[in-house]
């Protein structure tokens, strides 16, 4: 199985700041007969459930602010609001469905500092 | 807009079958990959398995002695059976579906499913 290792575990940033989530891969995840990384992100707010944000590492889902956005390649990438917003409050969590197992990483607990 | 309904038993006792349902609303079956997701209390993600347009499945391979998911495309509904339920199964399970694996972008309200004796 492709293990997906987030880090940090939890994040307290300012309102307006820059967050920055990263998902490391024990495995690329790049598929090179289309050059596509198979890795979305979600987020999670409590009692609910995942709202998918960015898939192909980078392409931003219909109607999710553009203060979201994703990057990286083979194994190594990252979530960025570029101005956090107390809406944002919530759990991220990777994804990779390069292999099945399509495996979350652990999550990571964003919160207002 | 589709939307997922999910429903099914929510407290089992050990050894027993859980067994839940995904409606599809809104939207159209085919061409899409259906997918089953829980979460323990407190805890993270686990994918469970997909069953695609041409009726193919794929599991976990830490389930797949034990899961089965289906669909029936005349009632646009899916659905998921793990047998032989443990306390380690007690979850909130997801149903969830997208175009392709990539954009699983619909998910259903979750079920908490409890296994206690």
């Known amino acids: 199985d492709v293990v997906m290792t987030q880090s940090p575990d939890s994040l307290a940033v300012s309102l307006g700041e820059r967050a920055t989530i990263n998902c490391k891969s024990s495995q690329s995840v790049l598929y090179s007969p289309n050059n596509e990384n198979y890795l979305a992100w979600f987020q999670q707010k409590p009692g609910q459930p995942p709202k998918l944000l960015i898939y192909w590492a980078s392409t931003r889902e219909s109607g999710v602010p553009d203060r979201f956005s994703g990057g990286g390649s083979e194994t190594d990438f990252t979530l960025t609001i570029s101005s956090l917003q107390a809406e944002d409050v919530a759990v991220y969590y990777c994804?990779?469905?390069?292999?099945?197992?399509?495996?979350f990483g652990q999550g990571t607990k964003l919160e207002i500092k | 807009q589709v939307q997922l309904q999910q429903w099914g038993a929510g407290l089992l006792k050990p050894s027993e079958t859980l067994s839940l349902t995904c409606a599809v609303y809104?939207?159209?079956?085919?061409?899409?990959?259906w997918t089953w997701i829980r979460q323990p209390p407190g805890k993270g993600l686990e994918w469970i398995g997909e069953?695609?347009?041409?009726?193919?499945?794929t599991y976990s391979k830490s389930l797949s002695s034990r899961v089965s998911i289906s669909a029936d495309t005349s009632k646009n509904q899916f659905s998921l059976k793990l047998t032989s339920v443990t306390a380690a199964d007690t979850a909130v399970y997801y149903c969830?579906?997208?175009?392709?694996?990539?954009?699983?972008?619909?998910w259903g309200q979750g079920t908490l499913v409890t296994v206690s004796s």
């Open positions: 809104g939207g159209s079956f085919s061409g899409y990959y």
């Open positions: 969830a579906s997208g175009p392709d694996r990539a954009k699983t972008g619909y």
């Open positions: 994804q990779q469905y390069y292999s099945a197992p399509h495996t």
């Open positions: 069953i695609n347009h041409s009726g193919i499945t």
